[in-house]
């Protein structure tokens, strides 16, 4: 079992940078392969980001893909997603995801994840 808790959400101006955070409790973070997720009102909840156990294998949504990075600290138990460059279209609730798991390729879709954070808005202006 893990439990995840996001911050960093906020309101912010188009082109402006934000950095998320998802801190997950337990001694066994680094077995986790790890997702970044969003979702607007009445529709699905899309990929976002993901990244391996170690840190050394990313994927990225092709929407964010050059604007956003996923990082983690595994000694701090941590999970990041540095967002550049956002837009409007990037309002959302950002959800992190856990999954124990060690091979590839990372999932993007959210069944594939076992854990999920509670959210942090993400509003961005015009």
């Known amino acids: 079992q893990v439990q995840l808790v996001e911050s960093g959400g906020g309101l912010v101006q188009a082109g402006d940078s934000l950095k998320l955070s998802c801190a997950a409790s337990?001694?066994?973070?680094?077995?986790?392969?790890m997702g970044w997720f969003r979702q607007v009102p009445g529709k699905e909840r899309d990929f976002v980001a993901a990244?391996?156990?170690?840190?050394?294998?990313?994927a990225y949504a092709d929407s964010v893909k050059g604007r956003f990075t996923i990082s983690r600290d595994n000694t701090k138990n941590t999970v990041y997603l540095q967002m550049a460059s956002l837009a409007p279209e990037d309002t959302a609730v950002y959800y992190c995801a856990a999954v124990v798991k060690f091979t590839l390729p990372l999932g993007k879709t959210p069944d594939e994840y076992d854990y999920w954070g509670q959210g942090t808005q993400v509003t961005v202006s015009s």
């Open positions: 337990g001694r066994t973070f680094s077995s986790y392969a």
């Open positions: 990244i391996n156990w170690s840190g050394a294998r990313t």
